[in-house]
């Protein structure tokens, strides 16, 4: 444990004084004493080590051995990665005479660029896949779980291989091939990870759509990639609540027309939750999954992929404008999600790994996918929500299936943490032994919760820091190696170097503690390659703003252990629920309806998504503003963006919103009235008319 070494049996006498299930207890009155207070804040600084049958057991098990690895990686990259890519396959290796990578990260220098494995060929698909039906043909790779508690189904590794290859077959009989792009918007059925991998098969590029965008969203995302072909289901169940999912393709697809983009074929699996025969068909483009795919050969041969072939794109949203493509390639991306699976979940043969995010988001893409396959671990793919058919449902799947490893966000922890402990601990979670924390900044609340209750204090957490345009875990804690500190994503993963930059000066922060915008030096293999269609946006995006650097977008703080503490994002993205969402989107969406002349969009704190949408609006000349009218503008919402982009509080500006002189939205102004802190609101003499803040004030709760 270097530096933080205080023997195992000072570590162990720290987590229990630490961590005493005392000092949450309350005075005789009911009220915490200060002294409590004391402790549980002390409690929540805590610093948590992992217990020793951990440690032992562990890839990574010491603070040394993580320092020696980390510095290998940034000072040896070659040597570092090349043991790691050797453990999988390529069809062609790499030049291993070459560099191992090349990249500008300068937009001084000429334009952005970042290239790894030069000269490798191989395939995603086959090392998630085909390797292990060869080697383990009967063993389990996917458990899927439906919304029902009744409905699962097993995918053995010899399964997964043969339906990829039907799929891939059809694809490829519809003229799909290497570089084509193909949108897949289905929900979480086994289904979903066979298209992304029958994609990586034959080189086709995936664009993924989470399937809870609106049609709007949806055929903007086929606008921009114009796919040949369409993969989706008849619809879904979210909880007791039917989704029907054929008909937004529908609608987005009739959108994309209307565009001059012409899908050629939808491929539709005959969802139990509405049967086909209720939905809409056109014949002319329309094919009903088991007619089409089932029927096909059972085999299919590997196209075999440079390494900086794209793999898959994935929308994202920004501060600004439409979500943008993010671009991922081959070679990188597989050694990136293979490398962060194994040693952040500490990977061992006999896991269960439940990764709770939808393959539409990112998360699902690295850790529902690729990166548990390719490491060949057992899936849970799980379709419902949460809290159906009651709250405990995540604790019964951890129980049916022995899971040990969970993965999920904050915003499910502080949702399950209000229906008590009684729901977790009538549950038999022994299995469990790590948990990691994704999408936003867990709290130390939060993450003692998640520790004591769901981990009974013997599972290590993991809160990984990372995004969708990094592909892979960034700054985490490596369970067995040293200390997790509650709320903090701790330090940087293996070639990942990132630093504190000042907003003001541009300048790096020296080292030690220090706050900042976080940047990141130099390239590490999953990062995205561009946006998709648009190399001057990726370049505007990620490295004009400090130049030199890859600007993350979020603000962060190092402390004198060198833990890093993500402070959320500092560019205008609103983090709900884990989602990001830009204010942009949501402000036009609003603007769309036709009596909304103007609207300004900012997050405010909120107990369970973290951050909630705080809608500023100003209704065209004679509009009366009515809890009607409220309803309409956040419905316009929901169908524009999709319903988890939805308003939480909607507020009107009658005489318009504070600007500056020059016109600009003082959006510092905006966010203070959201989380109510009035007095916080401060200098308003360089609004065009400070008055109008008054007015707002006035308005508020109408
Ligand atoms: C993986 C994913 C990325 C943004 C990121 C940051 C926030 C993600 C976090 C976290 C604090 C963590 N974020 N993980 N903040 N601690 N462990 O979520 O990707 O959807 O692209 O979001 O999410 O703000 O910049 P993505």
Redesign the pocket.
């Known amino acids: 444990f270097g530096n933080n070494d205080h023997g195992i049996a000072g570590r162990a006498r720290k987590y229990r004084v630490t961590l005493d299930p005392r000092m949450d207890s309350t005075s005789p009155t009911g009220e915490a004493s200060v002294h409590d207070d004391a402790m549980k804040e002390s409690a929540l600084n805590a610093t948590v080590y992992p217990p020793a049958s951990f440690v032992n057991n562990a890839h990574v098990s010491s603070l040394k051995q993580y320092n020696d690895m980390y510095r290998e990686s940034v000072d040896r990259p070659a040597k570092f990665w090349g043991k790691i890519a050797d453990e999988l396959y390529w069809h062609t290796p790499y030049d291993k005479s070459k560099p191992v990578h090349s990249f500008n990260f300068d937009v001084r220098k000429g334009p952005i660029s970042i290239s790894w494995f030069p000269g490798g060929k191989t395939n995603l698909c086959y090392n998630a896949v085909d390797r292990h039906a060869a080697s383990d043909p009967k063993g389990t790779a996917l458990l899927w779980e439906g919304n029902e508690t009744n409905q699962d189904e097993v995918v053995t590794w010899a399964q997964l291989k043969e339906r990829v290859c039907q799929l891939a077959n059809y694809l490829r009989s519809v003229g799909v091939g290497k570089g084509d792009n193909v949108t897949i918007y289905l929900p979480m059925v086994p289904h979903l990870v066979i298209s992304m991998l029958a994609c990586a098969r034959i080189g086709a590029v995936h664009s993924v759509v989470f399937a809870g965008f609106s049609a709007d969203a949806l055929a903007s995302r086929l606008v921009d990639s114009k796919p040949k072909v369409v993969l989706t289901s008849t619809g879904t169940m979210r909880g007791a609540k039917p989704i029907p999912i054929k008909k937004v393709v529908d609608a987005g697809i009739k959108l994309s027309k209307d565009k001059g983009v012409h899908v050629e074929r939808v491929v539709v699996y005959d969802h139990p939750a509405l049967p086909l025969a209720q939905c809409n068909w056109d014949e002319s483009i329309d094919a009903n999954w088991s007619d089409v795919v089932d029927t096909q050969p059972k085999d299919s041969p590997v196209e075999w992929m440079d390494s900086e072939d794209p793999l898959f794109r994935l929308y994202?949203s920004g501060s600004t404008g439409t979500p943008k493509g993010v671009l991922h390639t081959t070679g990188g991306y597989m050694v990136g999600t293979y490398a962060t699976f194994k040693y952040v979940f500490d990977h061992k043969p006999d896991d269960v790994f439940w990764c709770t995010a939808d393959a539409g988001?990112?998360?699902g893409h690295s850790y529902l996918a690729y990166g548990p396959l390719i490491a060949k671990a057992k899936c849970v793919v799980f379709e419902g929500v949460p809290t159906y058919p009651d709250a405990g449902r995540c604790w019964d799947i951890v129980d049916k299936y022995g899971v040990t490893v969970f993965y999920t966000a904050p915003t499910l922890i502080r949702s399950l943490i209000r229906f008590g402990d009684d729901v977790v601990n009538s549950r038999d979670l022994s299995t469990l032994r790590l948990l990691g924390?994704?999408?936003?900044?867990i709290n130390p609340e939060a993450w003692k919760w998640y520790h004591e209750v769901v981990g009974k204090r013997k599972c290590p957490i993991v809160?990984?820091?990372?995004?969708?345009e990094t592909g892979a875990h960034m700054i985490t804690p490596l369970p067995g190696a040293f200390a997790q500190k509650p709320g903090s994503?701790s330090r940087p993963f293996f070639g990942v170097v990132p630093t504190l930059v000042d907003s003001q000066t541009g300048k790096e922060l020296p080292p030690g503690p220090g706050e900042g915008v976080l940047c990141i030096k130099g390239a590490w293999p999953s990062m995205m390659r561009t946006v998709a269609g648009n190399h001057q946006r990726f370049e505007e995006t990620y490295f004009s703003t400090y130049p030199g650097f890859y600007f993350?977008?979020?603000g962060a703080r190092r402390d004198e252990d060198g833990y890093f503490w993500?402070t959320?994002?500092v560019d205008d993205v609103i983090?709900v629920s884990?989602h990001?969402i830009g204010t942009a989107e949501v402000e036009s969406a609003l603007v769309e309806h036709d009596k909304c002349a103007e609207a300004a969009v900012v997050g405010y704190e909120h107990d369970i998504k973290g951050q909630a949408i705080y809608a500023f609006v100003v209704m065209k000349e004679g509009v009366e503003f009515t809890a009607e009218m409220k309803k309409e503008l956040v419905m316009t919402v929901r169908s524009i963006v999709g319903a988890f982009a939805a308003p939480d509080t909607i507020h009107w500006c009658p005489t318009g919103l504070p600007k500056t002189r020059s016109g600009k939205i003082m959006r510092r102004i905006l966010r203070k009235i959201a989380a109510h802190e009035e007095d916080g609101i401060g200098d308003t003499s360089t609004l065009a008319d400070p008055a109008v803040v008054n007015t707002i004030l006035e308005w508020r709760g109408n």
């Open positions: 994202t988001w990112i998360t924390s994704v999408g936003e900044p809160d990984t820091w990372w995004q969708t994503a993350t977008g979020d993500i959320g994002r983090n884990g990001r």
